[in-house]
């Protein structure tokens, strides 16, 4: 009885979980330049929210101007001033190195933001089979179309696709 309930144990998921956000930077889109008011460009990022509902800091590159930024919650961010390099930050060759050649093929052939290479990669390394995260979606009218990628196991993956009405994905 009490080793069954050691494995129980271990086996347990973390509460830990991840997600997509966007994050706010001072600069602005190239065809955005021109107009009185353009709006700031904005960037999207995955942060893992632990089990006390804290966002695990992380810093971040700007996708259009390269400006670090130090992402402290959900949709939250100070910039690094000064700092448009950093060495310590998490590329995608890291993620790549990290993961079953099974994922990186999937991921390689649905030309996956960075973004979705961190979330299979923090679904792989808690062991959190059964998750999923959206490869690609469409919208058409009233309907959204796409398909994602439910991860079974270490090296494991099943694409699925998938319709819903409009709303929020």
């Given at each position: 009885?009490?080793?069954?309930?050691?494995?129980r144990l271990?086996q347990?998921?973390?509460?830990?979980f991840?997600q997509?956000?966007?994050?706010?930077?001072?600069?602005?889109?190239?065809?955005?330049?021109?107009?009185?008011e353009?709006?700031?460009?904005?960037?999207?990022v995955?942060s893992?929210?632990?089990?006390?509902?804290?966002?695990?800091?992380?810093?971040?590159?700007?996708?259009?101007?390269?400006?670090?930024?130090?992402?402290?919650?959900?949709?939250?961010?100070?910039?690094?001033?000064?700092k448009?390099?950093?060495?310590?930050?998490?590329?995608?060759?890291?993620?790549?190195?990290?993961?079953?050649?099974?994922?990186?093929?999937v991921?390689?052939?649905n030309?996956?933001d960075?973004?979705?290479w961190?979330?299979?990669?923090?679904?792989?390394?808690?062991?959190?089979?059964g998750?999923?995260?959206?490869?690609n979606?469409?919208i058409?009218?009233?309907?959204?179309?796409?398909?994602?990628?439910?991860?079974l196991?270490?090296?494991?993956?099943?694409?699925?696709?998938?319709?819903?009405?409009?709303?929020?994905i």
């Amino acid at each position: 009885m009490l080793l069954k309930l050691r494995r129980r144990l271990k086996q347990k998921r973390s509460d830990m979980f991840g997600q997509k956000h966007l994050i706010k930077c001072r600069c602005v889109l190239p065809q955005y330049k021109t107009l009185k008011e353009p709006p700031a460009h904005k960037f999207v990022v995955f942060s893992i929210i632990k089990d006390d509902g804290d966002v695990v800091v992380k810093y971040s590159q700007c996708n259009n101007c390269g400006i670090v930024h130090r992402v402290t919650n959900i949709c939250t961010s100070e910039i690094m001033a000064g700092k448009d390099h950093m060495n310590s930050i998490i590329k995608l060759d890291d993620i790549r190195a990290s993961l079953a050649p099974t994922f990186v093929n999937v991921l390689e052939a649905n030309s996956a933001d960075f973004q979705l290479w961190e979330a299979i990669q923090f679904i792989v390394e808690n062991k959190r089979w059964g998750d999923f995260t959206i490869l690609n979606s469409e919208i058409e009218g009233e309907e959204v179309y796409g398909k994602y990628i439910r991860v079974l196991g270490e090296t494991l993956c099943k694409i699925e696709s998938f319709t819903r009405t409009s709303g929020i994905i």
